[in-house]
C-alpha cells in the first residue's frame, strides 16, 4: 500500500502569495488532517476532514484554509503569506479519525522570503 | 499550544545504552501516542496506549501511562545508531478528531 504522499516537497514564496499544499492519504483512509511544525512552536494542528467536511479546526487566522475533495485527497491554502508562515507542513490519514495512529506524509518545506 | 512537556530535551547515549523520556499533559485523554521523527521528515507511529493501560511492549519499545500523574515513559533497551531522532509524545483529548497534541519532543543521539 503506498503512503502518505505529500507534493510538492520544497515551496519557496515570498511575502503576499499565497500557495497550495496537496495531500494523497492511503488508500481507504477517509480522514485527514494537517499539521503545522516550527522550531518554535512545535507541532501544532491545523485542521481535519473527513468525508469532504471540516470536523476540527486548531488556532490559525482564517488565511489557513483547506478542502478534501471525494476521493479523500486534501488540499491546504495560506493567502497572503507571512515570514511566520515558513514551516514544515505535515499531512496525515486515518482510517476515522477517532482515537486512532496517524500515518504521516514527509511534510511540504515551505520558505517564505 | 502544546499539550504537554517532555523531558529531557536531548538526550545522548552509546549504542546499547537503554533510553528513557517522559511526557506529562494536562488535560483527560483518550490514548497516547509515540512518534518518531527523522530530521525534516515526516512522523513515525511507535506505539499507542489507551487511557486504561498501564503498560505496553513493542520490540524494544516500552510505554508507561499514569493518568493520575497525567504522565508517559518511553523507554528504549538497547539503543542502536538508527534510533537517532526527535521522539514526540501525542495525546488524544477526549471527543477530539484527527487531532492529536504534541509535546515539544526528546531529541536523541545514539552514538556507535
Known amino acids: 500500500k503506498a503512503g502518505v504522499t505529500q507534493t510538492p516537497r520544497y515551496l519557496i514564496k515570498t511575502r503576499g502569495q499565497q500557495v497550495t499544499l496537496s495531500c494523497s492519504p492511503i488508500?481507504?483512509?477517509?480522514?485527514v488532517s494537517w499539521y503545522q511544525q516550527t522550531p518554535g512552536q512545535g507541532l501544532q494542528f491545523l485542521f481535519e476532514?473527513?468525508?469532504?467536511?471540516?470536523?476540527n479546526k486548531g488556532n490559525f487566522p482564517g488565511r489557513f484554509s483547506g478542502r478534501q475533495f471525494s476521493n479523500s485527497r486534501s488540499e491546504m491554502n495560506v493567502s497572503t503569506l507571512e515570514l511566520g508562515d515558513s514551516a514544515l507542513y505535515l499531512c496525515?490519514?486515518?482510517?476515522?479519525?477517532?482515537?486512532?495512529?496517524?500515518?504521516f506524509g514527509s511534510g511540504t518545506q515551505l520558505s517564505v522570503l | 499550544s502544546q499539550q504537554g512537556e517532555e523531558d529531557p530535551q536531548a538526550l545522548s547515549i552509546q549504542e546499547g545504552e537503554n533510553a528513557t523520556m517522559n511526557c506529562s499533559y494536562k488535560?483527560?485523554?483518550?490514548?497516547l501516542q509515540w512518534y518518531r521523527q527523522n530530521s525534516g521528515r515526516g512522523l513515525v507511529h511507535l506505539i499507542l496506549i489507551r487511557s486504561n493501560e498501564r503498560e505496553k511492549h513493542s520490540g524494544r519499545l516500552r510505554v508507561t501511562l499514569d493518568t493520575s500523574k497525567k504522565s508517559s515513559s518511553l523507554l528504549i533497551t538497547a539503543s542502536r545508531a538508527a534510533d537517532t531522532a526527535s521522539y514526540f509524545c501525542?495525546?488524544?483529548?477526549?471527543?477530539?478528531?484527527?487531532?492529536?497534541?504534541f509535546g515539544a519532543g526528546t531529541q536523541v543521539v545514539v552514538t556507535p
Open positions: 488508500s481507504g483512509h477517509r480522514s
Open positions: 488535560t483527560s485523554i483518550n490514548n
Open positions: 476532514y473527513f468525508s469532504e467536511t471540516q470536523r
Open positions: 501525542a495525546t488524544v483529548p477526549l471527543g477530539s478528531w484527527g487531532k492529536l497534541q
Open positions: 496525515a490519514s486515518s482510517s476515522t479519525g477517532e482515537n486512532e495512529k496517524l500515518f
